[in-house]
């Protein structure tokens, strides 16, 4: 079920145990071939796609474009809550509806600058609801959901994800490839975890001059094709999961 298409009175009547999904993606630079809107019309694509297979099972929130992505700012075009303001946006969104009854939120998430704010948010939002033990609140990146892509396709030169990737821009490639600049043309950049095992503190440009991170060169339509078909069946895998939920169990 579509909110946004949805009365009042409609969604008076849902069952409060009814999963409550909330897609947050961004609009920030993805490297020289790739548009800004990347994250949120991958997403988007992802959360058509799972919305076919749990048809009235869940109920979807418009996609929040707007997210965490200060890291990109010194690429123009990147727009950007700040982490705090972000923080308290993710918490007011999942509290409305909590506060309308529902007990089963999910912040599906599509950038990785959100990863850690969306965790942040709903264990700040736990701590207020402590009392509650029928609150589940949940976060999930969908390129970590369930689905693994190198499994399905051996092809596949990367592992993990990027920015403005092999991944990223095959799926573009997929859904809209009239948006996809020379991405043969660009070169191999890596991921440059040279401080491991701590974690250091970045800004894009610490790490890429253009702003991708990965091998995007090697992107197909094809290849992008099945990372949707990978990543939607994870991410319908995991909220079968929350539907089914009796409250006690989740590994059973
Ligand atoms: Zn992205």
Redesign the pocket.
């Known amino acids: 079920m579509q909110l946004l298409e949805m009365k009042w009175t409609e969604v008076a009547k849902l069952s409060r145990d009814m999963p409550v999904v909330i897609p947050i993606a ?1 609009l920030e630079q ?1 490297g020289p071939h790739m548009p800004v809107f ?2 949120s019309l ?1 997403l988007g694509e992802v959360v058509r796609r799972v919305s076919e297979p749990l048809q009235g099972r869940v109920l979807l929130a418009p996609l929040l474009w707007l997210g965490n992505s200060h890291h990109h700012l010194d690429f123009p075009g990147t727009v950007s809550a700040s982490p705090r303001v972000y923080l308290d946006v993710l918490i007011d969104l999942a509290e409305s509806f909590l506060f309308h009854g529902f007990r089963r939120l999910v912040l599906l998430n ?3 600058g959100n990863i850690v704010p969306a965790q942040q948010a709903l264990f700040e939002l736990r701590q207020r609801y402590r009392s509650r033990s029928d609150v589940l609140l949940l976060s999930a990146t969908y390129w970590t959901a369930g689905g693994n892509p190198n499994e399905a396709d051996s092809s596949f030169r990367q592992t993990q994800m990027g ?2 990737c092999e991944w ?1 821009t095959s799926m573009m490639l997929r859904i809209q490839p009239q948006l996809v600049g020379d991405y043969a043309a660009t070169e191999d950049v890596e991921w440059g975890r040279a401080f491991a095992p701590a974690n250091r503190a970045w800004v894009t440009p610490d790490r890429s001059p253009l702003g991708h991170i990965g091998y995007p060169q090697e992107a197909s339509a094809d290849k992008g094709e099945t990372l949707f078909r990978v990543f939607a069946a994870g991410v319908v895998a995991l909220l079968e999961r929350v539907i089914a939920w009796d409250g006690k169990d989740w590994d059973g």
Do not use: I, S
């Open positions: 961004a993805h990347t994250d991958l599509g950038h990785g920015h403005a990223e």
